[in-house]
């Protein structure tokens, strides 16, 4: 059998390269997972976004369509009161004639 010989001094860069190359696989890997998770939060991001200019809209529209109608009570309750006293004048019209 063969033997494969080796300088003891090589063993530490042997080492060395073994530990770098698992170094530099595991950044790579790193920056892999780094790529696609900056990849989903912007999704995500642009999602938010996109779902907040709705609301944002639908809060307006909200707010609008709220003052029309506390507007509108205010002139039915406007209305409402000179009816009232219209009929309040017809009546006593009405009891001075008898």
Partial sequence: ???L??????????VLVVSMAVAWGSSQSAIANAAEETKRVEKI???VSRVA??????????AQAIKVLADSVMRQEQTAAA???KLAKLIEIMLDQK
């Fill in 53 to 62: 200019a709705e609301n944002g809209k639908d809060v307006a529209l909200n």
């Fill in 45 to 47: 991001a642009l999602e």
């Fill in 83 to 85: 009816s009232d006293e």
């Fill in 1 to 3: 059998m063969s033997e």
């Fill in 5 to 14: 010989k080796v300088n003891p001094a090589w063993i530490p860069v042997g």
